[in-house]
């Protein structure tokens, strides 16, 4: 298994952080020299080609959106009048088609720079279409979790799943709270995600946020252990934070003051066991794809439980996974368990 390796927002050759320029390709990479980006070019050259290749699409069909003449089925100014909706609306579904594939072509350069565009492109998605008919809600908590957003992760595959029991709520009112859940518990029972018809990758992302929970309670043991406890607490705290991924954890001083996260960490685990479990069951063919991994074959369509969901989930959550210090080896650990 290759080492895992956190998101980059260096030089694409060497890592550098500081003096860099964008690639005019993609202008999602980063290189200190230009000797750098011609050397890192038969690297780089098919994910650019990609981004810029879909940029030029889908700004040529936002600008032909823009500039269409309205008429009985499509109103004026589009953009500024149906926010919400826009799916409803013929004219708007080859820009949305054409921004997705966009927003796909941008998750090819595993960069800082491109997770972030990737991830406001998506958002601003289900800003103009709510009811999301495109599925981009299915890509999103993986890269939330890639840009260590975890407690934005919780809210957003939360609400996402306390919705599906609103059979009455109106898709085309925006006046009704959208994605309103905000510093939802991540610590709590996840119960409420076991159901028929769960989204996959939000409860694989679910999963992977509370490894990182467990991952980083240890590493705040493994500083007592090294510190020492007689070290002063503000420094002690300071030194923790360091040496945590997830501002979940970082932010909280509470935790970071704690010297004893045993009982936090068998809560957590049995939780991720718990979700490891709903996975499974949801779609047998998942976890062995994970940690076995080869690049995903993508479906054109899918069933639930189905090989073809399954590839298309490792094609939304690896990079998050991988990105993760310890996280492949933990859920290798829980499979073992399982077997």
Known sequence: MATARPLSSGCGLCGRTMYLQRCGGCNVMCYCNRDHQAT????????????????????????????????????????????????????TRDYMRARLAFADALGKVKTKQAVQEQLGHLMDMLRLCRGDNLGVRALIPALMLRLNKDQQCYDFVKWWTLISDERD????????????????DPFEDVNYLDRRGMELSHVVAVTLLK????????????TTDVAGKEVPQEILNKIRSQAVTSPIIAGNREILERHDHHAATTLLTKQIRALYMAV????E????????????????????????????????????????????????KIMDESD
């Open 40 to 91: 890192d070019r038969p690297r780089h050259k098919i994910a650019c080609k990609a981004v810029s290749k879909t940029r030029a699409k889908y700004e040529d069909e936002e600008q032909s959106l823009r500039n269409a003449p309205p008429d009985f089925m499509t109103p004026e100014n589009v953009f500024e009048t149906s926010v919400g909706h826009f799916w409803g609306i013929l004219a």
């Open 169 to 184: 709520y109106d898709w085309g009112n925006t006046d009704l709270p959208y994605l309103d859940i905000k510093n939802a």
């Open 280 to 283: 499974d069951k949801a779609n």
């Open 285 to 332: 063919h998942f976890w062995d794809s994970l940690v076995l991994y080869e690049k995903p074959e993508l479906p054109e369509a899918f069933s639930r439980g189905s090989w073809e969901e399954a590839q298309l989930t490792l094609h939304y959550s690896y990079d998050s996974w991988w990105e993760c210090p310890g996280a492949l080896r933990f859920i290798e």
């Open 211 to 222: 490894v990182k929970l467990v991952l980083d309670l240890q590493a705040l043991e493994n």
